[in-house]
C-alpha cells in the first residue's frame, strides 16, 4: 500500500506563496498519478492539480491556471505544489491523493488520500 503524508501549509498574506510536499512510501511503483484536491468550510472537495508520475503529464483547475505549478521528484516520492499569488479563497484543507490503477482524471480515480494541510490565506 501507499502512505501520503502533506506538509508546507500555513497563513500567507493574499499575493503571497507556499509550497506544499506530498512525501509517498510503501508500493509507490503502482502509482500512476497524484493529485491536489482542496476542500474548503462548506464545500465540496474539489480537483486541484495532478501530474501523471512518469510521464510528468500536469493538468490544472481552470482557479489556479497560471498560479500553481505541480511537480515531483522521483528520487524523494516526493509531489510539490507551488502556490503563488495566493487569493483569500485559495483558503482549504488541501490533500494530496494517488491515483493505483487509472490516470487520475476524476476524483473516483484515487485510491489513496493524506491526511491533509491547512492553508489559509487573508486580504
Known sequence: QVQLVESGGGWVQAGGSLRLSCAASGRTFST???????QAPGKE???????IWN??????ADSVKGRFT??????????????NSLKPEDTAV???????GRPGGYMKDYDVWGQGTQVTVSS
Open 70 to 83: 505541480i511537480s515531483g521528484d522521483n528520487a524523494k516520492n516526493t509531489v510539490y505544489l507551488q502556490m
Open 32 to 38: 500512476v498519478a497524484v493529485g491536489w484536491f482542496r
Open 45 to 51: 472537495r474539489e480537483f486541484v492539480a495532478r501530474i
Open 94 to 100: 488541501y490533500y494530496c491523493a494517488a491515483a493505483l
Open 55 to 60: 510521464g510528468r503529464i500536469p493538468a490544472y
